[in-house]
Every structure is written in structure tokens, then in C-alpha cells.
């Protein structure tokens, strides 16, 4: 590779460093997109849900060439007791039209989107490395790759390398990832015929539905999910990397144990594994976020720990950062300026965003699942929970006040008393209000 300028350079072609490359590429930039795999979305896992809305604002009525799954019309929460589960749910066919969402792979979806940024005229760079940043007097002026004679040059530089952001951590915006600020995430996609997935799920022809899953983590912070694509379902497990090492548990026998119980077992019956993947997803919210822009560099996206953990949101922040970061890259091309005192408008774009204020509503959540608390909150309470409904639910000749008894005292021995459970009320409130 000949030592070459651009206007601009995105590391990673995911959908942060995408959504980056072809705002920056439709506004007339001349600009490379880079990618380690061997294509867009090799190296990535995704459970996964896309969002109209932040999409849309790219390419109106996208979907309708896409390479999507199904439209969500059914959204589950259900806690998993031993052998039973509480189910909460809402389906609303106003969800079709227009579509809130999908399910999607990211292996079909990153090279699809992928392709929109080189038609809008981005250089396409894959199976390429970004092995450091170039610097001119503490600004940054392009990249180095493992290519032969493979430095490149660019006004700006666009991080979009995921959580583990090699490129951030030469920047010092952040050091390793601590076990608490990630979870691990692993996933199955498992075939079944569309029918029986329609069958099972009570779907018709494209509907989809997603069901989030609370408890049988091992007493670990982390939350399972089943989503329905056309012919497979993705099942997986994400779990805070801490407490992985501290019960010297790995992550695949998580995902064993809620396959085996016998409410998803049904569902996944007679399903054929397809692929088994892993990866790193960044959980410290709000207070984790780096420092969003310098001298002649932005971050976005997982790069930058923009991850709604709560509502299981992250591609939808990647994109919208990403195209925020690619307008106000075209601004500075306009003003010839490059430096923090121009990019630092991508900082005040995210701030007025719903990403800023999403991450800051929760930000209390990340303490929350490092407090100390997961055997109550992931194991403990679901189980009681679950048994706590069972007795209510079970005509057995007990009275209906003794039983309200019962499940009291179930639910605050699942706290540790009365006062820890008036604790953990509080502690939760505080968490999901900011």
C-alpha cells in the first residue's frame, strides 16, 4: 500500500465506523474505511436487535432492501426460576408499520451497510490492521497498518475499533478495561425451520420477537436473551467479566445451563447449532465514556462505551455517533480546521443526543452490578420470585393471607431481611433514575 492521503480515515467497519465513512463520503470527502476482518462483520457477534429510527436517518426506507430478519412485534421479559419462568410481555402490531425494529445478523447487515458507504464513495480497506496512530506535535495525521509501506494520511481519524479500542488506549483515553466495566458476552445461532419458529414463538409470516432473560447466570450480574431471525434463533448470555473470574466459571457453561432449562429447551428443540461466537461488550455507561475528540481524532461508538445496558441498545448509539462524527468532520473540512477547538462540536452533538442522555439517566446501573449484590439480584430474587407466584397461584386449601405471607417472607430472605431489601428497592430506584 503506497503511502496515500484522504480527508479522512474510520477505523472498523462496524456500525459506528460505517455510518461514519458514508456520511463523511456522501458530503464529498474523500475518505478510507478500514477493516481488520476479511470482510465488514466477520468479527463480530450480535444478539441482535437493529433500530429504524437512527438508521432511517442515513437511508430512508433501508429496510426495504436490507438484509433483515424479522419485524419485531413482541418484546418478552421473562425470570427464569429453576425450572419455571415470570413472564412480562407487550406485542402491538403498530410496530409494523412503520417498523420499530428488527432482528438482524451482523455478518449479513455490516457488509450490506458496508457497501452503501463504498457506493458513496468510501475506500474500502479490509484484512488490514491499524497498528498505531501518526503524530505531528500531539495531533494526530493518519495511521500505520501492518501493510507493506502501509501508512496513511488524513486530516482526521475517525476510532471506531470496538470496545477494547487499541487505538484509544494509545491515546491514553483509557487503560484496560477494568473486569467490572465488561461483560462477556457469548452467542448460538441455532436453525429451525421458519414454521416452527412462527409456531413456537406464535408468529405469522415475518413477525419476530425478542425475549430477555433474568436469572440462572450462577448467581453472576448478566442477563440472557432469544431472539427469532427467519430460519434461526440467536440465544446467548452476557456476563460481567468480574464475576466470571471470581467463580472461575466460563461463559459457555452459562449458556449450557439456561439452554438446559426446561422453558428454552422447548423453544430450541431439535435446533442445529450453527455457529458459536464471543465477545467483549462494554457495561460502564456513563461514567466509563472517554474523552470523545482531540486533535484531529474522534471516537464513537463501542470505542467509546456508548451502550445502553438496561434496554440492550448499542447499535443504534454506534450509528448515530457515527453520522455525528462524520458531520462534524464535513464542518471542519469547511473550515479548514482540524483541531480539538473545531471537533470538539461532535462532543456538544453527542450531549444534545438521546445517547448522552440514555447513558446519564442510567448511570447509577454499572455500580449497581458491581455493589456486591448479583447473587441477590440475579439468583436469589428470581427464584424467589418464581416460588413466590407459584404458592399465590397454587390452590392447596391455605388461605390467601397466609400464602401473601409466604411470599413476603420468600422475597425478603431473598434480600437478607427487611432492611436489605429496602436497601436494594432503593439502590435499584436511584440506578434506573439517574
Not at 450490506?112 to 484484512?127: H, R, T, V
Not at 487505538?167 to 484496560?176: A, I, M, V
Not at 458476552?185 to 409456531?199: C, F, H, N, S
Request: net charge neutral.
Amino acid at each position: 500500500m503506497a503511502d496515500e492521503r484522504f480527508d479522512a480515515i474510520v477505523v472498523g467497519a462496524g456500525p459506528a465506523g460505517t455510518a461514519a465513512a458514508y456520511t463523511m463520503a456522501k458530503g464529498g470527502l474523500k475518505v478510507a474505511l478500514i477493516e481488520r476482518g476479511e470482510f465488514p462483520g466477520a468479527k463480530n457477534i450480535f444478539g441482535g436487535v437493529l433500530y429504524r429510527k437512527q438508521l432511517e436517518d442515513l437511508l430512508p426506507e433501508f429496510w426495504k432492501e436490507a438484509p433483515l430478519e424479522r419485524t419485531i412485534v413482541e418484546q418478552r421479559l421473562w425470570v427464569l426460576g429453576e425450572d419455571s419462568v415470570v413472564t412480562l410481555g407487550y406485542r402491538d402490531n403498530r410496530f409494523q408499520d412503520p417498523p420499530n425494529c428488527w432482528t438482524g445478523l451482523r455478518v449479513k447487515f455490516d457488509q450490506w451497510f458496508a457497501s452503501k458507504a463504498e457506493q458513496a464513495g468510501a475506500l474500502p480497506i479490509y484484512e488490514t490492521v491499524v497498528t498505531e496512530l501518526l503524530r505531528v506535535d500531539e495531533r494526530v495525521v493518519g495511521v500505520r497498518t501492518d501493510r507493506e509501506d502501509g501508512d496513511l494520511h488524513a486530516n482526521i481519524v475517525i476510532i471506531a475499533d470496538g470496545v477494547n479500542s487499541l487505538l484509544g488506549k494509545s491515546l491514553l483515553l483509557h487503560r484496560e478495561w477494568q473486569p467490572d466495566q465488561v461483560s462477556l458476552a457469548v452467542k448460538e445461532v441455532i436453525a429451525l425451520p421458519k414454521q416452527t419458529i412462527q409456531d413456537r414463538f406464535n408468529l405469522e409470516d415475518n413477525e419476530g420477537c425478542t425475549i430477555e432473560l433474568i436469572g440462572q447466570t450462577a448467581g453472576m450480574a448478566g442477563l440472557g436473551f432469544l431472539y427469532t431471525n427467519k430460519d434461526t434463533l440467536s440465544l446467548g448470555v452476557g456476563v460481567m467479566v468480574n464475576d466470571l473470574r471470581e467463580k472461575r466459571i466460563k461463559p459457555y457453561q452459562v449458556l449450557d445451563s439456561v439452554k438446559r432449562h426446561p422453558m428454552i429447551a422447548r423453544l430450541i428443540q431439535g435446533g442445529e447449532v450453527k455457529e458459536y461466537s464471543g465477545h467483549l461488550i462494554p457495561e460502564g455507561g456513563f461514567d466509563s465514556m472517554p474523552p470523545l475528540a482531540g486533535d484531529g481524532w474522534m471516537v464513537c461508538g463501542d470505542a467509546a462505551q456508548m451502550v445502553n445496558a438496561v434496554h440492550r441498545e448499542g447499535t443504534n448509539l454506534a450509528v448515530t455517533s457515527g453520522r455525528l462524527a462524520g458531520e462534524t468532520a464535513i464542518a471542519a473540512h469547511r473550515r479548514g480546521d482540524f483541531t480539538y477547538h473545531t471537533l470538539d462540536a461532535y462532543n456538544t452533538a453527542v450531549k444534545a443526543s438521546f445517547i448522552h442522555r440514555d447513558l446519564k439517566k442510567y448511570r447509577g446501573v454499572h455500580g449497581l452490578l458491581g455493589s456486591g449484590d448479583s447473587e441477590q439480584l440475579f439468583d436469589k430474587f428470581p427464584n424467589a420470585l418464581n416460588e413466590a407466584i407459584y404458592q399465590m397461584l397454587l390452590v392447596d386449601g391455605v388461605s390467601k393471607k397466609q400464602k401473601q405471607k409466604v411470599a413476603m417472607r420468600l422475597l425478603r430472605e431473598a434480600a437478607g431481611g427487611n432492611m436489605d431489601l429496602l436497601r436494594l428497592g432503593i439502590k435499584g430506584w436511584r440506578a434506573m433514575n439517574g
